[in-house]
């Protein structure tokens, strides 16, 4: 479908690799190799990571927009809150496995999160300060990320989502999880990396 293409290669678009790029590195060889806010944070400093972050988070809600245009643009298609979150979760995968960068992506959270802030402004503003808190306080940013993901369908229902537009929800939270197995298999040895480096 149109609007999940869209939106896919949206998401594909991938901050973490094109702020490090302007600053002459690649990211992939540096730090764990994760074109994410956190390990650009370790490697290139917290300037570089808040416009990775902001980037990521921009294209979830651009996304999620996309969705409610084309709904409300075509009739019948489907309804626009279905629509807007099937295309966040186009743009998360799209972040995930990026079309521009060989499928070589980020952990998706970022691009989750930006979605949330257009799908259901105030819980998307809670998780998005929530996520951030944990991090500092724990210093550990899959920890935020896999609380977040926990939160997210809970939290748009409570927002007045419903029927296939939380199936995709849960799609997009399943997806972000499965990306952090390698990190809860560090959580559960107590060798996963802080955001300090």
């Known amino acids: 479908m149109i609007p ?3 939106a896919y290669l949206v998401g594909s678009v991938d901050f973490g690799v094109i702020v490090p790029r302007i600053l002459g590195v690649d990211i992939y060889t540096v730090g764990s190799g994760n074109p994410g806010t956190s390990n ?3 490697s290139l400093g ?12 921009a294209k979830g809600t651009l996304a999620a927009a996309i969705g409610t245009v084309w709904a409300g643009a075509i009739s019948g298609f489907m309804s626009a809150e279905t629509l807007a979150v099937a295309c966040a979760f186009a743009a998360v995968a799209g972040h995930i496995a990026p079309i521009w960068y060989r499928f070589r992506g980020g952990k ?5 999160i930006g979605a949330a802030v257009y799908l259901a402004p105030i819980f998307g503003l809670i998780l998005a300060v ?3 808190i944990v991090t500092l306080v724990f210093k550990v940013a899959s920890v935020a990320s896999l609380g977040a993901m926990a939160l997210y369908v809970p939290g748009l229902a409570v927002s007045g989502y419903r029927g296939w537009a939380l199936v995709w929800a849960a799609a997009i939270a399943a997806l972000v999880i499965v990306r952090h197995i390698p990190n809860i298999r560090r959580l559960a040895t107590g060798s996963e990396r802080t955001v300090a480096g």
């Open 4 to 6: 999940l293409t869209i």
């Open 40 to 42: 650009v944070l370790r």
């Open 46 to 57: 917290k300037g570089p990571a808040a416009l990775v972050l902001l980037g990521d988070g």
């Open 108 to 112: 998706g959270v970022a691009t989750a």
């Open 130 to 132: 929530l996520w951030l």
